[in-house]
């Protein structure tokens, strides 16, 4: 069974940075993207950013230029650097993983949470 476990979630104050990691419990090869997700209170869960196994990255317009993601494969992880931290970061933030057969999986989120 697919899990993926997220650390890396705090408080931290505007400007600061952050560090999420997203472990899968099988090899991320099975997995043509992975990502992340974020949801904020009242509002739709959005994009944040994904890569998939060769690379390729995508990024929400409201976080390119501060947020990057990378994937380690050797240990079937997934990052996202957060840097220049806004209020409006503000969210839980989900580990995605979809596979070769599109199917998705979805970690339990952690909190983030930037104080101005």
Known sequence: QVQLVE????????????????AASVTSSQFAAMGWYRQ????????AAT???????????SVKGRFTISRDNA?????????SLKSEDTAVYYCFARNWSL????GQGTQVTVSS
């Not at 890569?51 to 317009?61: E, H, L, R, S, V």
């Not at 199917?103 to 979805?106: D, P």
Request: with cysteine.
């Open 7 to 22: 650390s890396g979630g705090g408080l931290v104050q505007a400007g600061g940075s952050l560090r999420l990691s997203c």
């Open 40 to 47: 904020a209170p009242g509002k739709q869960r959005e994009l």
């Open 51 to 61: 890569i998939t196994t060769g690379g390729i990255t995508n990024y929400a317009d």
């Open 75 to 83: 240990k079937n992880t997934v990052y996202l650097q957060m840097n």
């Open 103 to 106: 199917r998705n999986y979805w």
